[in-house]
């Protein structure tokens, strides 16, 4: 067992326009990468500030040695975010790049797909790569 250094909190459902709802998965870990000795996770979690359904993104460090967690989240005030998975992004060895990809939504905005590149220490901004055009109505 490892101890992550921040916690996470079971997801909410997402928000969509006209009070209705989808499902966000269960905080279960959905998609992972090794590379240079670390593993990158991600999942869904609760944002306990704002009550978004958020992205965390875990760093597992010397896998083989003695691992630690480093935890973030990927958020967007007034924005869900869902079912999130991950690639590898870099272009040689002993990169720790990777891609980010996930559901959003909101009240004000449409279900769509976005992504976010981090860079082994940063992300860039969150880009949108499939805009929604109405409420789902499920």
């Known amino acids: 067992m490892i101890r992550a250094d921040k916690n996470y909190f079971l997801a909410p459902n997402a928000r969509q ?7 966000t998965n269960d905080s279960r870990v959905l998609g992972g990468i090794v ?9 869904n ?9 958020v992205i965390y993104h875990g760093v597992i460090s010397d896998i083989n040695e003695t ?6 989240t990927i958020k967007t005030n007034g924005i869900d ?19 980010i990809g996930f559901n959003h939504t909101g009240t004000s905005t449409f279900a769509g797909i976005s ?6 220490n940063n992300y860039s901004k969150i880009k949108t790569v499939k805009a929604g055009a109405s409420v789902v109505r499920n």
């Open 35 to 43: 590379e240079n000795g670390k593993i990158q996770f991600v999942q």
């Open 115 to 120: 992504s976010v590149y981090f860079d082994g």
């Open 81 to 99: 975010y869902g079912y999130p998975n991950i690639v590898y992004g870099g272009v040689t060895a002993n990169e720790n790049k990777a891609v």
């Open 67 to 72: 691992p630690s967690i480093v935890g973030r």
């Open 45 to 53: 979690c609760l944002d306990t500030n704002s009550g978004n359904c």
């Open 17 to 23: 326009g006209e009070g209705r709802w989808f499902a």
